[in-house]
């Protein structure tokens, strides 16, 4: 999943608007914007935050800037305890040769020292906008709570679902704006997953999308 290799890719499909929310980092954001950009394609900046409850929150930003400062604010809340490459993988930093230059030595699969409710906070005041990640799915917050924290006390609430079938258990919950995703780990799983009705690929377009189901469609295979 180097950023010439998912240009190439998301070009072949279609796809102009992306966003790159890795595991607790926002490390490899810049430079897959960077030559993503060049294809034409405009990346949200995001991250992927893995809090103590074990349920995965899907963090978005105005800028790259922002992204990685909210990165560098999480990583002081992840334990320093080291990744093991053979069982959990390389985590790997990139630059815009498709070259590997670094390696991340913290475990990232790890949660940070992190409630949900400060997780949510945090996104809000670094001017974020966040989802929760795959409700249904592990680590998910219906998987791992069975319910939906905050849902009381917003009008709306935007999740994340992972299968076609999950659409006649929550698209009846009017409080409930529902995205998909391709959650690619592989380029092989670039897929597109949802139809946009919006005036700009920007974030505030995004944010708009993201918080009224009139203006998504979901993609299904």
Not at 136 to 153: D, H, S, T, W
Request: hydrophobic share 40%; with cysteine.
């Amino acid at each position: 999943m180097t950023p010439g290799a998912v240009a190439e890719r998301l070009q072949e499909l279609g796809i102009d608007w992306v966003a790159i929310t890795d595991h607790n980092s926002a490390g490899n954001v810049r430079v897959f914007s960077e030559v993503l950009g060049k294809y034409g394609i405009v990346v949200i900046p995001g991250i992927e935050i893995h809090t103590l409850e074990d349920v995965h929150l899907l963090a978005f930003f105005k800028s790259v800037d922002i992204a990685e400062a909210y990165s560098d604010w999480l990583n002081n809340l992840i334990p320093n305890i080291s990744v093991d490459p053979e069982k959990f993988g390389y985590q790997l930093y990139v630059n815009d040769k498709d070259e590997f230059i670094a390696f991340e030595e913290k475990w990232l699969g790890q949660p940070a020292n992190l409630k949900l409710k400060e997780a949510i906070r945090s996104v809000i005041e670094f001017g974020g906008f966040y989802v929760y990640s795959h409700i249904e799915r592990k680590m998910g917050v219906i998987y791992q709570l069975g319910f939906i924290p905050m849902l009381e006390e917003n009008n709306r609430i935007t999740v994340e679902i992972s299968r076609k079938e999950s659409l006649k258990t929550y698209q009846a919950d009017k409080r409930l704006n529902l995205i998909h995703s391709s959650d690619a780990h592989a380029l092989q799983h670039l897929k597109p997953v949802m139809k946009v009705k919006a005036e700009g690929r920007n974030f505030n377009e995004f944010i708009k999308c993201m918080s009224d189901r009139k203006r998504v469609k979901l993609l299904w295979e």
